[in-house]
């Protein structure tokens, strides 16, 4: 079936970044397989995430179908979209339908983008993971694709005002070495490994990143650990209405 709708799309978006001038660094783009499955699992720190983390599929030539909440589909501009570039509706209350797409897609080839935290991280340090992204990787048999993403969150993230008209911006999208479920047997292991190299990529991605706050009440992008005034991670559950995770 041709692609109409994506490429599009992905110009339309790059000549957006132009225009801002972003500055963008993609890094391990080749670790995306040239044909075949594969899945994307990112962190998420903007609203923003799934376009750059597609961008870290670009170098291998690949279109990522990103599985998305129901409500995106049903608004009345992006909804035509998100069809058109054959993303994966997810129905929280089906959640089924939604995965058995997903697995669907990934056996005929498809790369598919997942963020398994789920949520947006309000203290922009990676969550805890759902353990759908092995479950569907075991299930087809493809590698999963850890990926860090860092600086969206200065353009449009959960609880602060969009700047989609920020310039200069440098955003860091960075893709991992496949891991490959025959090494990890078991979905827990699998996600624990998972896990560990998305947190090593985003650590990454946040030290060597090229701007630093401009003064002390800038620092809200910047998680707390690195001396930002982001929320903890026991701070951002409860703004989320959940209990603080006792996993490491």
Not at 173 to 188: C, K, N, R
Not at 216 to 235: N, R, S, V
Request: proline share 9%; glycine share 10%.
């Amino acid at each position: 079936m041709p692609e109409l709708v994506y490429p599009p799309v992905i110009a339309a978006v790059k000549t957006m970044f132009r225009v801002l001038d972003l500055r963008l660094t993609v890094e391990g783009g080749q670790h995306v397989p040239r044909t075949g499955g594969a899945v994307m699992a990112s962190n998420h720190v903007s609203y923003l995430d799934f376009i750059f983390c597609g961008l870290g599929a670009q170098p291998s030539g690949r279109l990522v179908r990103f599985m998305a909440k129901q409500e995106v589909f049903a608004n009345r501009y992006a909804g035509p979209l998100m069809r058109g570039m054959r993303h994966i509706p997810v129905n929280r209350e089906a959640g089924a339908g939604s995965y058995e797409a997903a697995v669907g897609a990934l056996k005929r080839g498809e790369v598919v983008g997942v963020f398994p935290e789920a949520t947006i991280s309000r203290s922009f340090t990676v969550k805890q993971l759902k353990s759908g992204t092995a479950r569907m990787a075991q299930e087809a048999g493809v590698p999963i694709l850890p990926v860090a993403v860092w600086g969206t969150q200065r353009l449009w993230t959960k609880g602060r005002p969009r700047q989609l008209n920020r310039r200069h911006t440098p955003i860091t999208i960075l893709v991992g070495e496949p891991i490959h479920p025959d090494d990890h047997p078991y979905s827990a292991g699998l996600m624990r490994e998972l896990k560990s190299r998305i947190e090593a990529l985003v650590d990454r991605a946040q030290r060597e990143y090229p701007d630093r706050p401009a003064d002390p009440t800038d620092g809200w992008w910047q998680p707390a650990h690195l001396g930002g005034t982001a929320p903890t991670p026991e701070e951002a559950a409860v703004l989320d209405g959940r209990r603080p995770s006792r996993t490491p």
